[in-house]
C-alpha cells in the first residue's frame, strides 16, 4: 500500500513538471497534475487485477482522455491542457531504456522481449485516448447536427 502511495504521489509530481515546463496556466496546474495520478492510479487498479499491460495501460489512457475532456468543458478550455501533463505517468519511459539497453549490450533476446512491451504499452496508449477523442468528436458532430436542423427548423417556422 506505502509503495502505491509514492507512486501516486510521484505520477502527480511528473504531471506537475510537465505542465510547468510547458507554462500551463497556474490555475490548472494542480487539475491537470491530478489527472496524472488519476491515470496510475488506473493502471495501478488495471494490473491488479488483470495482469495485462495492454488492457491496463489502454484504460488508464482512455481514464486519462476522459478526465481531460470533461475537465476541458467544465473550464472552458482545450482538453489538451489537461491531457498532456496526465498522460506523461504512463509514458514507457522505463520499459525503452531498457529495451536500448537491451540492444547496446547485443541481447537479442532482451531486446525483443522489452521492445515488444514498449509497443504494446504505446500502442494502448494511442488506442485509449483514441477511443475517448473519437467518442466526443462524434458527440460534437452530433450535437453541431442538432443545432443546425433546430435553426432550419425554426427559420421555416419565421
Keep these: 500500500m506505502e509503495k502505491m502511495v509514492i507512486q501516486l504521489v510521484m505520477s502527480f509530481g511528473g504531471a506537475l513538471g510537465f505542465a510547468l515546463l510547458f507554462h500551463l496556466n497556474s490555475r490548472h496546474l494542480l487539475t491537470a497534475s491530478i489527472g496524472g495520478s488519476?491515470?496510475?492510479a488506473v493502471y495501478l487498479f488495471s494490473m491488479n487485477r488483470s495482469q495485462n499491460l495492454f488492457l491496463s495501460s489502454l484504460l488508464a489512457s482512455a481514464s486519462t482522455a476522459l478526465y481531460a475532456e470533461l475537465l476541458a468543458r467544465r473550464e472552458k478550455a482545450p482538453a489538451t491542457l489537461f491531457f498532456i501533463p496526465g498522460i506523461v505517468p504512463l509514458i514507457p519511459g522505463g520499459m525503452l531504456f531498457y529495451t536500448m539497453s537491451a540492444v547496446?549490450?547485443?541481447n537479442v533476446e532482451e531486446a525483443r522481449r522489452c521492445s515488444s512491451l514498449t509497443v504494446q504499452y504505446a500502442l494502448s496508449i494511442a488506442a485509449g485516448m483514441s477511443l475517448v477523442?473519437?467518442?466526443f468528436s462524434m458527440r460534437r458532430s452530433l450535437?453541431?447536427?442538432q443545432?443546425?436542423?433546430r435553426d432550419v427548423r425554426r427559420n421555416r417556422k419565421s
Design 133 to 135: 477523442w473519437a467518442f
Design 147 to 149: 443545432a443546425l436542423h
Design 104 to 106: 547496446v549490450q547485443g
Design 38 to 40: 488519476f491515470g496510475w
Design 143 to 145: 450535437l453541431r447536427q
